[in-house]
């Protein structure tokens, strides 16, 4: 029997992975006593097991995602996490690793386009992330659910609702979402100019990386007087982003600045906590939050002082705080 060069398929991330596993396993075995010839168990997979693993969509597109946390033991209630633009499910790891210990179940995925998902050309929209979104839920059968979702995420959590509907849905939490709506209009004249998302277009064109790079200062706030230089969520953010396709990320530049909210944001029908910071940079809170405590029937909003647009990673432990106490109010 003769195998083709398409036998086995290996995309280069998963032969840098495999080579980084299989080298770093040769040169621990002498130090665990064991020699190259020895029988390992297999794993097994237990509920609350650290899994990281992938699904496919209807339409085929592979949705990697995070299923951490209690399945059967504690309350096991599903926390569902939506990232940010350029981000990925990486940026919750303070929250579900503290949620996680708390008893919860924490899910988060890459969307896709972003982080380890597919890059498909096409579909990297609001209605197709939603659809995604949802097609978790129901491969993962979650109900009872706390969705949390932050900028763009917040636009998904949403948009999900708004699509289809709050029965799997028990609480709602939005953190710096760009919802209702960015974009500076006729009737939204506290929006943000068309100018500025064309920029946005031009630096993940054009110069990408550099580009990351230097969002990380408005978006953590290190502009201002007394935040503190973070270099680890500069190098973070940066990875996350030249992680996903630019074509997905320069589509996603419409979805969180074009795309109108209003409607599924009326939709909402469960209790709702929105959370912003009064000096972010990149989701100014006049256009977004306080619009939207406004518009969600059971909304309450909380204002971070003085704090930026990644709040939930520069304040994690005031905001892991101030979710849980609205979870079990």
Not at 175 to 200: E, Q, S, Y
Request: with cysteine; charged share 20%.
């Amino acid at each position: 029997m003769t195998f083709g060069p398409n036998d086995f398929p290996l995309t280069r991330r998963k032969m840098i992975v495999s080579g980084g596993t299989l080298g770093l396993g040769l040169t621990l075995f002498p130090k665990l006593g064991l020699s190259q010839n020895t029988q390992l168990p297999l794993e097994t997979e237990t509920p609350g097991d650290l899994k990281m693993t992938t699904f496919s969509t209807s339409d085929g597109t592979e949705i990697f995602y995070k299923d951490w946390g209690s399945v059967d033991g504690g309350n096991g209630q599903p926390i569902i996490f939506s990232h940010g633009w350029p981000l990925s499910s990486d940026a919750w790891e303070a929250q579900m690793l503290f949620f996680g210990l708390q008893g919860y179940r924490v899910i988060a995925h890459d969307r896709r386009g972003h982080g380890r998902s597919a890059q498909p050309w096409d579909g990297n929209n609001m209605d197709q992330y939603a659809d995604d979104l949802a097609e978790l839920i129901v491969h993962l059968d979650l109900r009872d659910a706390i969705m949390i979702g932050h900028s763009t995420g917040g636009g998904e959590v949403a948009h999900y609702i708004g699509r289809h509907g709050n029965d799997r849905v028990a609480k709602v939490v939005m953190v710096g979402a760009v919802p209702p709506l960015m974009l500076k209009t006729a009737a939204n004249p506290n929006g943000t100019p068309i100018a500025v998302f064309d920029d946005i277009r031009k630096g993940t064109a054009l110069n990408r990386a550099q580009f990351f790079r230097d969002l990380t200062t408005q978006f953590y706030g290190f502009n201002r007087e007394g935040v503190a230089e973070n270099q680890g969520l500069r190098d973070s953010f940066l990875l996350q982003g030249m992680s996903g396709s630019i074509k997905g990320h320069y589509d996603c530049i419409r979805e969180f600045s074009e795309v109108d909210y209003t409607q599924d944001l009326k939709a909402i029908d469960r209790p709702t906590l929105i959370v912003h910071g009064d000096d972010d940079q990149i989701v100014p809170i006049d256009a977004s939050s306080k619009r939207s405590a406004e518009i969600v029937k059971d909304a309450t909003l909380k204002v971070y002082k003085g704090s930026g647009h990644g709040l939930a990673q520069l304040e994690a432990e005031k905001f892991n705080a101030d979710v849980l106490d609205f979870i079990k109010g």
